[in-house]
Nanobody, 114 residues
Framework: QVQLVESGGGLVQPGGSLRLSCAASGSIFSGNVMGWYRQAPGKQRELVATMTTASSTHYADSVKGRFTISRDNAKNTVHMQMNSLKAEDTAVYYC????????WGRGTQVTVSS
């Protein structure tokens, strides 16, 4: 089992920035994938960004150039710097890890509004 705890969500104006963080604990494989998904009201959960332990990254087209994912393998943490936020980025953001199975955090709300 793996536990994930997110932090860093909140309310920000369009064009602003937020940084999300997530800490994983439990049975974590040395080779794993960590990242972020999001779910907006009335929509399906979608991938935002992922990063392997070898630092290979994948971003959704909608966030490329605005969001940056990073991780600390020694601490089993993943972060996402979100810049130039738009109203359409409003969603609950879920931390994710693949470590033999898929695991999800409880989510943190990000609201972009003036």
């Amino acid at each position: 089992q793996v536990q994930l705890v997110e932090s860093g969500g909140g309310l920000v104006q369009p064009g602003g920035s937020l940084r999300l963080s997530c800490a994983a604990s439990g049975s974590i494989f040395s080779g794993n994938v960590m990242g972020w998904y999001r779910q907006a009201p009335g929509k399906q959960r979608e991938l935002v960004a992922t990063m392997t332990t070898a630092s290979s990254t994948h971003y959704a087209d909608s966030v490329k150039g605005r969001f940056t994912i990073s991780r600390d393998n020694a601490k089993n943490t993943v972060h996402m710097q979100m810049n130039s936020l738009k109203a359409e980025d409003t969603a609950v953001y879920y931390c994710y890890i693949w470590s033999g199975n898929d695991y999800w955090g409880r989510g943190t709300q990000v609201t972009v509004s003036s």
